[in-house]
């Protein structure tokens, strides 16, 4: 993997795992533009980075479906049977800023710390290819009882003591409202191997997870996967629940993020020379189809806050981030702490502190982003 790592990726990306191959964008260069460039895109892997070749790529789609058919990619990119969709989306992964909860408790050492991410597990592409929804379609619709559709990717990994295949299920009524995309184009070129060539599902406003890379079969089910990744992974405990008296049950599967946003610049412990105001760049994203509509910046861990200005916001989209900058009012000098926090367009907003939303999976870390910089006036 580390060839494809090399030919597919930024000079500066930084590497989380060699084995599987995990690595986010530099926290610099990550929202310089509200599309990211492939090169600089986050990659998340279980295992391995399957070599497929895209003229022999059948797509099997089985299950509870009227049906049963298999395409090839010359099917789905037939325009007379599927009219093509691309979407701007963002992927974000649901252990982005994991590093914080660590800080915090790691857990007792748990092996379900997979990577320690920074603020760098999301991206966002304009994804090309078809809508699930029209293929399910041609196969004659969905058979009686089928509620869910589960996803198989061609990568294999280790992990509860089996050899398994990337599983995962997303609920048919996301497929109905056209947001589940079967996609081959990322940003106009073809999918990066490391992104799941030759086709990959791009779920809009889902966790990360639910987008299977290496897509090879699609089976309609009465239920969520049984899958390890749906059952066990991916879920959202109450903070009581540990290693102790882990209960997969009571976990909640996790689908859309909540609204989160990250300063990407400054960097912590950076000293920032400034002229009375300081320059502070991020993003803000929220799940499902909610999206950011008001960032504000605090210079003073949390007291006095303001608001980044409309004109700042990269334009607003359904399924994508906004990236945003903003000059801060600042006359201290020293140490000091910046936080953001954001509003999406239900007026959720941010947890104050990591503490107050610990988990033992470790996900969803989306408190107000704090970092201490060395201000110098
Ligand atoms: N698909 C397969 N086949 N194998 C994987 O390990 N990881 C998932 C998802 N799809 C994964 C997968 C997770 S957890 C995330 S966050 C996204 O892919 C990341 O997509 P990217 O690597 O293209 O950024
Ligand atoms: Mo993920």
Redesign the pocket.
């Known amino acids: 993997s580390w060839k494809r790592v090399l030919e597919e990726k930024h000079g500066d990306f930084l590497h989380l795992l060699q084995f599987?191959y995990?690595g986010e964008s530099p926290k610099s260069l990550t929202t310089l533009e509200p599309v990211t460039p492939n090169p600089l895109?986050?990659?998340?892997?279980?295992?391995g980075i399957?070599d497929i070749d895209a003229d022999k790529l059948t797509l099997e789609i089985d299950g509870l479906v009227k049906n049963p058919k298999t395409l090839t990619l010359a099917d789905l990119q037939n325009e007379e049977l599927f009219p093509r969709q691309s979407n701007l989306v963002t992927?974000?992964?649901?252990?982005t800023r994991r590093i914080e909860q660590i800080a915090e408790y790691a857990g007792e050492g748990d092996e379900m710390i997979?990577a320690p991410w920074a603020e760098g597990?999301i991206?966002t592409a304009r994804w090309t290819g078809v809508s699930l929804k029209k293929v399910i379609k041609y196969c004659g619709g969905l058979a009686e009882g089928a509620k869910h559709l589960e996803?198989?990717?061609?990568?294999t990994?280790f992990k509860h003591e089996t050899l398994q295949?990337?599983l995962?299920s997303v609920p048919w009524s996301k497929v109905k409202a056209n947001e589940v995309l079967l996609a081959w184009e990322?940003n106009g070129e073809p999918l990066?191997k490391?992104?799941?060539y030759p086709l990959?599902?791009v779920v809009l406003g889902y966790?990360?997870?639910?987008?299977?890379?290496?897509?090879y079969r699609i089976k309609a089910l009465k239920s969520p996967s049984r899958a390890p990744?749906q059952s066990k992974?991916?879920l959202y405990f109450n903070g009581q629940v540990g290693k102790h008296n882990e209960s997969y049950t009571q976990g909640i599967q996790i689908q859309q993020m909540p609204v989160s946003s990250a300063i990407m610049s400054p960097w912590t412990k950076d000293v920032v020379i400034h002229d009375g105001t300081m320059n502070v760049k991020g993003w803000a994203y929220s799940g499902g189809g909610r999206w950011p509509e008001r960032v504000e910046v605090s210079p003073d861990g949390g007291f006095v806050w303001y608001p980044v200005p409309v004109e700042n916001l990269s334009k607003k989209h359904k399924f994508a981030w906004r990236t945003w900058h903003i000059d801060v009012p600042v006359d201290a000098e020293g140490w000091l702490e910046l936080v953001v926090r954001c509003w999406d367009n239900s007026l959720n907003t941010q947890p104050t502190y990591v503490r107050s939303a610990w988990n033992w999976g470790l996900h969803v870390t989306s408190s107000c982003h704090r970092i201490k910089v060395y201000s110098v006036n």
């Open positions: 599987p995990n895109h986050f990659v998340r892997n279980h295992g399957p992927i974000q992964c649901s252990g997979n597990a991206g996803f198989y990717g061609a990568d990994y295949n990337y995962v990322m990066p490391i992104h799941g990959r599902v966790i990360g997870a639910r987008s299977v890379k290496w897509l990744v992974e991916y």
